[in-house]
């Protein structure tokens, strides 16, 4: 009777829980778990390890919380406030370059007495929010040039003013975000197509400087923008008149589209290099050849693949890894978090953090899968883009695949404004989840 009486008073509360993805849930767990576990280890004989540890405990009970709160607010509300949190999101990010501190010769964060935090992460979230809600709210974008370009505006203020500070991590994210979502949602092939093309151009200016710069000195006088702007112009002439040759219509305002995207990339490419840090370059030449400066800027990606390497199948160890411990690994609690974690737990707890975000991933596909409206099925993909983008770039510099960016491992390195915006995140993927029945 008892039972009976506290299962009536509370089925409310019971009811709340309905429909909740406990799987995601409980795996976000387990990996925040061996975060922390990890991230004692790599902090323990630091001076300052109480507070970093005590900070990334609140910062994840608080991120919990917040993913617990926002699993509770319809997602469809949203609508309503979107706006405003992206120009909040671009009032912060003004005001961080204006009174923010620097940190490794970025000027991204914003101190509250002991508490700091990245306002790029609160502007990237609230950007795409605005992004997908602008896509929902205008179904004649995939056919409107006007309006598609109106789409990818809302992204460029956010774009620049992180490129300003600079942060190339948090600008990374956007673009694969931004591919990723007008493919699902089905946008003409020519638009995306030059979406495709203003990404990998206005990547590629700056990576191709940093490689002329290794191993072709000769040809940097040539390198700007006005050389470039040359070149494009004739190749795409080249091209035009080449498939007006083998093809006898050729659509010359689609052609003309490509190009005046073109021209946007070569600016965007040009500005990028331009806000290009000497240590971010340094970066990229490490990458194409890590051994150019072993001592410098190759040395935490030929510390970090040891580190990887020697921890064998079952570790060295909690507190037992050399490299970690003895201090050889620089940013172990942060940036290579993962390298501390093969090393200590070897090729079974790093192949269990892996399993974990794959596993992840898939949970977050199926909520996007099976989303009750193209809105939550839109914004669902565009947050397993991002998470599944910042997993593989994070782990990729680590392995010594992919150029260091400084970008955490979600859920695992150090950082609170990092947990806290996954966790809010994870909370709006679950309230999404839990009403794809809902009428």
Known sequence: ?????????????????????????????????????????????MSNFTMLF????????????????????DYLSYFLFAKYLYWLGIGLLLFVLIFGVSVRGAKSWLSVGIFSFQPAEFARFATI?????????????????????????????????????????????????????????????????????LIFLTGFIPFYKTWCMLYFQECLPYLNFWFLLLCFSLTAGLIYFAFKKIFSRVNLVIF??????????????QLTDTFL????????????????????????????????GSGGAFGKGIQEGTQSQLGFLPE??????????????????????????????FRMFKIALTARDR????????????????????????????????????????????????SIIIGIMLNIYSKRHAN
């Open 54 to 73: 005590s900070k990334q405990l609140f910062a994840v009970f608080f991120g919990f919380f917040c993913m617990f709160l926002f699993s509770k607010l």
């Open 332 to 361: 172990r609690h942060t940036d290579f978090i993962f390298s501390v974690i093969a090393e200590e737990g070897g090729f079974l707890v790093a192949g269990i953090v892996l399993i974990l975000f794959l596993a992840i991933c």
């Open 375 to 422: 809105f939550g099925s839109t914004l669902s993909t565009a947050f397993l883009i991002m998470f599944a983008f910042f997993v593989i770039l994070n782990i990729g510099f680590v392995l010594g695949l992919l150029p260091v960016t400084g970008v955490p491992l979600p859920f695992v390195s150090y950082g609170g404004s990092s947990f806290v915006m996954n």
């Open 256 to 269: 003309i589209y490509i190009f005046f995207v073109g021209l946007v990339a070569l600016g965007l490419g």
């Open 277 to 308: 840090k000497d240590y971010q370059r340094n970066r990229i030449m490490v990458f194409l050849n890590p051994e150019i400066d072993k001592l410098g800027a190759g040395y935490n990606v030929i510390q970090s693949k040891i580190a990887v």
């Open 129 to 197: 929010m605005m992004f997908c809600v602008f896509l929902e709210k205008n179904n004649r974008f995939r056919q409107t040039l006007t309006n598609f370009f109106y789409a990818l505006l809302w992204m460029f203020p956010s774009l620049v003013l992180i490129l300003m500070q600079p942060d190339f991590g948090a600008v990374l994210a956007f673009f694969p975000v931004l591919f990723g979502v007008l493919y699902v949602i089905g946008v003409r092939k020519t638009y995306l197509f030059a979406t495709f093309f």
């Open 1 to 45: 009777m008892v039972c009976l009486s506290f299962f009536t008073k509370n089925r409310t509360l019971i009811g709340s829980f309905k429909g909740v993805d406990w799987y995601l849930i409980l795996m976000l767990i387990v990996l925040s778990g061996i975060g922390l576990i990890y991230l004692f280890s790599a902090t323990r004989n």
